[in-house]
């Protein structure tokens, strides 16, 4: 399948490639060079005519993950964070000759994490508070190495989040390992006094089994980590706003949403946002956040506060970086609202969308796609977007069938056949001290 990658919003360093198809480059003429206000197909040709199978986005560099295993980037390149044994920004995609084999990718604030297809870790960018998990604390790495974890072998991932100053890893067993920036203990254990930053991925204590009851998502945000389980439980780390107090939670402890089973969580620098199994959408965010400054005077969080707008909508995912969010529905609508400034929520415009959201208006090309039945996919940066589509896994119950059903016929043997009812799967010193000003700490 040849890539189908639509973005807007801020171009500049690079973060979103300068090339379109031709058709949609003349439809941007009169857009400002430095930014596209509405979504832009990306020339396949960059990244020759590969499937993309997943795009992770920072606040100013991007990264693009093909069906070959072969990861392209481009951006700026402060620290290293592309990868390419350099620091120099790059304005069209190149690809990461280092790495082979490579099934996942995810973007820290200024750092790059990617995971092979044998389960091994390999990091590169900043690592001012050993977020790289290097075992070193350090200005940055400019090409992707293995990392390090404490007392052991490398074990197998599976799943990787990175936040601003720190990463969690889970391995294929259940284990949780943290590393990167500890001091409000948002990697899940005690903070060591004055040492605040750990350069090794160590294990974290949890308080349920992960065996019966296992994490199917995570999300790390600047102060705390979020765990979401199969249950529909949720757990969090750090420092967090919980309704109208702020929490501090040496530990992982389990957070009740209205007594809802949760499906979907998404984080933000001063705010959670959570769907339930019903589909309603929840917003815990603290009552001075810039977030909260988008919704109607009325609805000031106290508690934890329920987007009817939104739990309407059928919403599936949630998707940002700082104050902006996109939310998917079912039925592949996005609506969105926040901040707009550089045209990153697409809408033909850089004014702030406050709630509730517009719907964005999507062009014949991409809901051609949606029609196809092809997964849609959104990757969010501080003041840029990503659109892009992925294969429709099958079901692979129904493959099971198929195959069955097709031996059957050639052997003629249809006496017996009878009707299934199938059952979805759930399938050191520091010379540099880094800025961390809350109001712009960005991540996804």
């Known amino acids: 399948m040849q890539p189908a990658v639509y973005m807007w919003g801020n ?14 480059k003349e439809r941007q003429n009169r857009e400002p060079q430095n930014q596209y206000r509405t979504p832009c197909r990306i020339d396949p040709n960059l990244l020759k005519n590969y499937g993309i199978t997943k795009i992770s986005c920072s606040s100013d560099h991007t990264c693009f993950l093909t069906n070959t295993n072969c990861v392209f980037v481009c951006g700026n390149n402060s620290c290293g964070k ?12 190149v690809q990461i000759t280092d790495l082979e084999e490579v099934i996942d990718v995810e973007c820290g604030s200024a750092y790059t994490f990617f995971l092979t297809k044998q389960g091994y870790v390999f990091s590169c960018g900043g690592n001012w508070s050993g977020q790289l998990g290097q075992g ?72 349920f089994n992960t065996k019966q009851d296992r994490i199917i998502d995570m999300k790390c945000s600047a102060d705390c980590s979020v765990l979401l389980c199969e249950s529909g439980t949720v757990y969090a780390a750090g420092l967090y706003m919980f309704g109208n107090t702020h929490k501090l939670s040496t530990g992982f402890n389990r957070i009740n949403i209205e007594d809802q089973r949760i499906s979907y969580i998404h984080t933000g620098p001063d705010y959670m946002m959570f769907i ?20 109607p005077s009325s609805s000031l969080v106290h508690t934890i506060y329920e987007l009817k707008e939104l739990s309407s909508k059928k919403i599936e995912s949630l998707h940002g970086h700082y104050n902006q969010t996109i939310a998917v529905s079912k039925t592949g609508q996005l609506h969105v609202f926040g901040c707009n400034s550089k045209g990153q929520l697409g809408v033909d415009s850089v004014r702030d969308v406050l709630f509730p959201p517009l719907e964005l208006k999507l062009n014949s090309d991409i809901t051609c796609y949606i029609e ?10 501080e003041e840029h977007t990503t659109l892009y589509f ?28 009878c009707v299934v009812t199938f059952v979805n799967n759930p399938t050191k010193s520091r010379d540099l001290e880094p800025p961390r ?5 960005l991540y996804m």
């Open 276 to 295: 339930s199994t019903l589909g309603k959408v929840f917003l815990c965010a603290s009552k001075d956040s810039d977030y909260v400054e988008l919704l």
């Open 11 to 24: 171009c500049k360093d690079g973060r979103i490639p300068q090339k379109l198809e031709q058709h949609t």
């Open 390 to 417: 992925t294969e429709r896994k099958q079901n692979p119950s129904i493959v099971l069938f198929m195959k069955e059903l097709a031996q059957r016929q050639s052997s003629n043997k249809f006496s017996d056949l």
């Open 372 to 381: 196809k039945g092809l997964n849609l996919n959104i990757a969010c940066g």
């Open 437 to 441: 000003k809350r109001q712009r700490l």
């Open 82 to 93: 592309l990868g390419i044994g350099d620091a120099s920004n790059i304005y069209e995609p």
């Open 136 to 207: 070193e604390i350090s200005f940055g790495l400019n090409t992707p190495s293995i990392v390090s974890f404490e007392g052991e072998a490398h074990p197998i991932i599976h799943k990787i989040a990175c936040g601003v100053y720190h990463t969690l890893l889970l391995s294929g067993n259940g284990i949780l390992y943290a590393c990167g920036w500890n001091k409000y203990s948002q990697l899940g254990f005690a903070n060591d006094g004055d040492e605040d930053e750990h350069p090794v991925f160590k294990r974290v204590p949890l308080p």
